[in-house]
Nanobody
Framework: QVQVKESGGGLVQAGGSLRLSCTAS????????MGWFRRAPGKEREWVST????????SYADSVKGRFTISRDDAKNTVYLQMNGLESEDMAMYYC???????????????WGQGTQVTVSS
């Protein structure tokens, strides 16, 4: 059982930045791929970004590419999501998940955090 917990959410104005953190209770280096998903009010959960086990492979949803950056620090068992140029459409609950296969499919991820809220004001 891997415990995953997100942090770093908050209230920002449009155009601002936030850095989300996701910490796992166990060693994730070369073991798990990590992904970020989000769920906005009235919408279905959507994939945001994924980073491979080694940290070399990264991928992003078209809606955030160029603005968000995913990275991982295996020494801290932590993955980050740097979010710049936040837009109202980015307002959502953000979830971190751990899986064994690089995928945009949430069903491929086994362990999930409880989420951290990102609110964007104009």
């Amino acid at each position: 059982q891997v415990q995953v917990k997100e942090s770093g959410g908050g209230l920002v104005q449009a155009g601002g930045s936030l850095r989300l953190s996701c910490t796992a209770s166990e060693l994730i280096s070369d073991t798990y791929v990590m992904g970020w998903f989000r769920r906005a009010p009235g919408k279905e959960r959507e994939w945001v970004s994924t980073i491979g086990k080694s940290g070399r492979l990264t991928s992003y949803a078209d809606s955030v590419k160029g603005r968000f950056t995913i990275s991982r620090d295996d020494a801290k068992n932590t993955v980050y999501l740097q979010m710049n140029g936040l837009e109202s459409e980015d307002m959502a609950m953000y979830y971190c998940a751990a899986g064994v296969v690089v995928s945009t499919n949430p069903q491929m991820y086994t362990y999930w955090g409880q989420g951290t809220q990102v609110t964007v004001s104009s």
